[in-house]
């Protein structure tokens, strides 16, 4: 009898594994209600399958990709995770064999004809499609409130110069220009300034080593930095994004520039209107150019329950599936066939503007730039916070991408 009880108990536990599939990602607290519609979604067509849904809190990823490298080498993958479509897929977990090749599930679901070529690409190499991106989001994008600008009588200014020339008014009034967190959301506000200074052309050429990072040009970047640090809160270090976007919304700063995330939190967890609650306009000198980075998931080599998995990537790149995380998220779909009559008016004009504008990749979510040389690249941000020489964190900036190499 014991010994039946024993095979009964140990034969349901394993059913119960069968039966949920771990999703591994950084989408927890303020971050989860987009997650957890997609959940929604899939356990509607996959009734008797479980999710569990691991995360690890950090903004950009920043902790929960050390816990998955851990989990990866330690070889105990989850069945799926998040991971952004570019470099950080394609030179952390491709290049050393630990993904398999989605491309079965692309032909299978029709996914060539529905996703954008360039996505496509940036998932890619010769050998195979190495995940199912989610998302689309933008990184170069300053928020604000309307109506306190208006108070203040200060608009969304579209230079760096006039940044600048505004910041000592808006301190005057006691309010911070720019508000920061902590050192992710420095890097992301690192890019933007690259991008408007450099120009997208010179921006691009930083990734693929034709603009060196110690050229008269990127030196700049640090000098224009800088100047617009000189702008933020001092406690910057100690704030998540979320603290930093709260402090736009709760009127203790003018500006943010943060990725479209922002967009969701304020929607979804604040519930503003977009356009009336926050507003929105291209970080300074970024107009017409759209930072592009895309959340995705992939199946690792190993993943304990590879069959939920795979359907879990088919969920995530369904259209119903895209349609109930996109508009929560902030973020557009990737497959160009979403219904539109879905997203709010930020998303609608993220959307335009994705089809229209030039697109670059984002450093801090791993569009360009592998994981070791971005958290190299960290060093540089922290020579310049410490001691304010552009040449020397330029410098610095250099011998990382030596050291590291840049590109595929
Ligand atoms: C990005 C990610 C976004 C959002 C953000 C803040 O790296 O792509 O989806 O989660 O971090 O954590």
Redesign the pocket.
Known sequence: MRRLLAILIATSMTLAAANTVEIFS??AGD?GPALEALIEVFEAEYPGVTVDNATVTG???VVARAVLRTRMLGGNPPDSFQV?AGDELILSWVVANRMEDLTFLFEEEGWLDVFPQDLIDLISTPEGIWSVPV?I?RSNIMWYVPANLEAWGVEAPQTWDAFLEVCPAIQAEGVTPLALGEAWTQLHLWESVALGVLGPDRYAQLWTGELPFNDPAAVAVWERFGEVLDCTNADAAGLS?QQATDMVVDGDAAFNIM?D?AAGYMATTLQLEPGVGFGWAPSPETAGVFMV?S?SFGLPVGAPNREQAINWLRVSGSLAGQDAFNPL?G?IAPRTDSDMSLYNAYLQSAAADFASDRQVGSLA?GTVGSDPFRDNFYLALDIFLDSRNAQAAANAAFAVAQQYGLGR
């Open positions: 950084w989408w971050e903004g950009a990823g952004h998302n989001h994004w990725g995330w980075l959340d998220k973020s979510h």
